[in-house]
């Protein structure tokens, strides 16, 4: 069945198209939004062209203050996949409607106060409640008692870590890694100061979903499937048995 609105006879008759004939019908609304663009386009060196870029500026400003906003990668800590010099765009809302953070986001946060006074750009490994251990037998990162392989993101050449650490992270906070984990100040070397190395979730700025400079390095950030087998928190999984709720 075809569900596309048809136009009727009455809907024709009822709303005429306005062509230039009829343009004398405009509203006196109209009339006075023609006038204040046309007294503001007057008033401005350039006359209509600078107002069009004004407008353009104010959107940009807009769209980078609240929705997408490049950050330029200024170290080696996230390489091989991210190189110093990359421009990457960061989702702004990602985490603005309910959603949080997950394991293997990559994530770019402002420091201050935990990790220094800038902004950083590094994995998820740990949500709030997850217990991360490094290492285990065959020296890879654990969490929550599940063996994560990360050898499709690592640095070639990297271990998971060099620094061995057992921590179990607060509700509410991200414990973050760096891919290049021999060239990366992270989460690891912060345990024994404020925070515990544990970035506040209310600190993450946004997720980098792009690559987007140099057009030769153009792409898209995807959650490795690294993660995807760990379990829940032991926390939470006892918490969901209290209350009745079954995974």
């Not at 048809?6 to 004398?24: A, G, I, K, W, Y």
């Not at 203050?65 to 950050?71: C, D, G, H, T």
Request: net charge negative.
């Amino acid at each position: 069945m075809d569900t596309e609105a048809q136009p009727t006879e009455r809907d024709r008759s009822s709303h005429p198209v306005r062509s230039e004939e009829n343009s004398d019908t405009e509203g006196p609304e109209d009339r006075s939004r023609f006038a204040l663009v046309s007294r503001a386009a007057e008033w401005l060196p350039g006359g209509r062209i600078t107002l069009t870029v004004l407008v353009c500026l104010v959107f940009l400003l807009l769209f980078s203050r609240f929705v997408i906003q490049p950050f330029e990668i200024p170290s080696r800590s996230m390489e091989s996949g991210l190189r110093i010099g990359d421009r990457v765009l960061v989702n702004k809302l990602a985490y603005r409607f309910g959603a949080e953070p997950r394991r293997g986001d990559v994530v770019v946060f402002d420091g201050t106060g935990y990790f220094g006074h800038a902004d950083y750009i590094k994995r998820v490994v740990g949500v709030g409640r997850d217990h991360v251990v490094c290492c285990d037998k065959e020296g890879r990162i654990e969490v929550n008692g599940r063996s994560v392989d990360e050898s499709t993101f690592l640095y070639p050449g990297d271990s998971p870590s060099t620094v061995s650490f057992d921590v179990v992270v607060p509700e509410g906070r991200l414990f973050v890694m760096g891919d290049h984990r021999s060239d990366s100040s992270d989460s690891r070397d912060h345990l024994g100061s404020p925070g515990g190395g544990m970035v506040p979730v209310g600190r993450v700025i946004g997720r980098a979903d792009w690559i987007a400079w140099p057009s030769d390095h153009w792409t898209r950030l995807e959650r490795p499937g690294a993660y995807a087998r760990v379990p829940g928190a032991p926390m939470a999984n006892a918490l969901n048995k209290a209350d009745g709720v079954h995974g």
